[in-house]
């Protein structure tokens, strides 16, 4: 299994406005988190949740998360796994504060799901 990376504008955006003690912080998490998607998913499940349930057609659920980086940061990532590629994607969408995290969660998957015809 192969894992690939998707950084959107807005997540290296947001890694800009960090300081450089907080940028290792998340650089740290994403590493341990993407070894764990490729082994049993244990670290990801601990640090990952979803606070918002998107009702999207044709009975798909939405692979967005939120992610646990430190005590005062959230990262916003989608989690797909594919099976027929033999590769899991992991796409960073925004690292944000922890205050108002649900909210830029819930506005991510808007706007991606609006965008796909999905909700």
């Known amino acids: 299994m192969k894992l690939a990376f998707d950084i959107t504008e807005s997540f290296n955006q947001d890694m800009s406005l960090l300081s450089d003690a907080e940028k290792e912080v998340v650089k740290k998490l994403i590493n341990h988190v993407s ?34 980086a430190d005590n005062d940061h959230r990262i916003i990532a989608a ?29 991510v998957g808007e706007d991606i799901y609006k965008k796909l015809g999905l909700l």
């Open 35 to 68: 070894q764990s998607l490729l082994n049993g998913q244990t670290a990801f499940k601990e640090n990952a949740s979803i606070p918002y349930i998107f009702n999207l057609k044709g009975g798909l659920d939405s692979s967005l998360f939120m992610i646990r």
């Open 79 to 107: 989690i797909d796994d594919d099976p027929i590629f033999e590769k899991v994607s992991l796409t960073l969408f925004r690292v944000v504060d922890k205050i108002g995290a649900e909210k830029v969660y819930k506005k």
